[in-house]
């Protein structure tokens, strides 16, 4: 059975958003943006650990949008109960002939990927958010951003191997009791001028089942079992695992020693959503 859009989702989310947030004033701001997005049921802003936890049917994306007009940033700290969600971020395999690295190029800018075009420099163009909200019901939140316009194809594959890009990731993920139609099929949604779209589907498959798996979107429509190329308008990723709400309650990375703001910084000059 193929995913389909949901304007308004069958199951009730829960999402937990770090914000930065200085006064009351902020608190009542936020709170009111979010309340005019259509399907938020409850929101409740804690001040002290600018952290503002939100039920409703709508989009993660839609709510960062939405905090993001009022001049302030948003990062999702978790969504569902714990092992319920998941995440996959979307980046380019591409690298065309004529940009081939000069002999003075930092090689570590040009990392590991050969695939069908030679060494290519990774960009990320999109993220995939996934939350279950039933026994065999995924939401999945799905962006993308920096890419030519058009009608898009997302799918599952069903290998998580990204050594080729896109073009290692196997066939589309058919599951245990393979169907006429894919369960790795999500469906189609478009790009608009502007190089951004999104869709919000509703999908027949359990989180846990889909991790370890590559997700894809392209533009390509794949025909007669044909492996997918690696093109400038082809992101690719695997899907992990990611925190349930109240799972994360880290402030500062143990790696880098960088607040979560930091990170947010140099995650948005890498391109992330």
Avoid at 20 to 48: F, H
Avoid at 205 to 221: C, D, L, P, S, Y
Wanted: with cysteine; aromatic share 6%.
């Amino acid at each position: 059975m193929r995913c389909h859009v949901s304007h308004v989702a069958d199951g009730m989310t829960q999402t937990v958003f770090a914000v930065p947030m200085t006064c009351d004033s902020c608190v009542k701001d936020v709170s009111e943006t979010l309340y005019k997005l259509q399907g938020i049921k409850k929101v409740e802003a804690n001040l002290k650990d600018q952290l503002v936890s939100i039920e409703g049917t709508v989009a993660p994306s839609a709510i960062v949008e939405a905090i993001q007009a009022t001049g302030r940033d948003a990062i999702l700290r978790g969504s569902g109960t714990s092992n319920s969600a998941a995440v996959s971020i979307l980046e380019t395999y591409y690298h065309r002939n004529d940009q081939q690295p000069q002999h003075n190029d930092d090689a570590s800018d040009f990392p590991l990927t050969h695939g069908d075009f030679g060494p290519s420099k990774r960009h990320v163009r999109g993220l995939a958010r996934m939350v279950q909200v039933g026994d065999n019901v995924t939401l999945v939140d799905l962006t993308l951003r920096g890419v030519s316009p058009g009608t898009y194809r997302a799918s599952i594959r069903e290998y998580g191997n990204l050594a080729e890009g896109a073009t290692s990731t196997g066939p589309v993920w058919s599951g245990p009791k393979p169907g006429s139609i894919p369960r790795g099929a999500l469906g189609i949604f478009q790009v608009g001028p502007d190089g951004r779209g999104s869709a919000f589907l509703d999908c027949p498959f359990r989180v846990w089942e889909v991790i370890g798996h590559a997700m894809a979107v392209t533009k390509q429509n794949e025909r007669d079992g044909q492996p997918l190329r690696n093109d400038e308008d082809t992101v690719v990723g695997v899907i992990a695992r990611s925190a349930g709400v109240w799972d994360n309650d880290k402030t500062v990375c143990s790696c880098t020693g960088k607040t979560l703001w930091e990170e947010r910084r140099d995650e948005v000059k890498n391109g992330m959503l």
